[in-house]
């Protein structure tokens, strides 16, 4: 199975700003869609943001303007660049992605943003 490893996470201040990392275990060009997810004790895992192998992108409400999602094929890698960050923002990050041939969802380990003063 694909392997994503999810890095970047950490404790920042409220208007701080992190940039979150997953690599990939081989080529991303084969995934239709990746996404960053998501989730807070209590809540179910939230979609943040997405781009798909077009570069087409889609945000959380919530973060728009704030957060920034990217690709670099030549790393294997999707970034989560997210600024001016909130309390609320506190959660474990996850990364998603769709294998085109077969629609499979892979998932990372996820890492933990935590932000407060």
């Known amino acids: 199975q694909v392997q994503l490893v999810e890095s970047g996470g950490g404790l920042v201040q409220p208007g701080g700003s992190l940039r979150l990392s997953c690599a990939a275990s081989?080529?991303?060009?084969?995934?239709?869609?990746m996404r960053w997810y998501r989730q807070t004790p209590g809540k179910q895992r939230d979609l943040v943001a997405a781009?798909?192998?077009?570069?087409?992108?889609n945000y959380k409400d919530s973060v728009k303007g704030r957060f920034t999602i990217s690709r670099d094929n030549a790393k294997n890698t999707v970034y989560l660049q997210m600024n001016s960050l909130k309390p609320e923002d506190t959660a474990v990050y996850y990364c998603?992605?769709?294998?085109?041939?077969?629609?499979?969802?892979?998932w990372g380990q996820g890492t933990q943003v935590t932000v407060s003063s």
């Open positions: 998603n992605a769709v294998v085109q041939t077969t629609r499979t969802d892979c």
């Open positions: 081989g080529s991303i060009s084969r995934f239709i869609v």
């Open positions: 781009i798909t192998s077009g570069g087409t992108t």
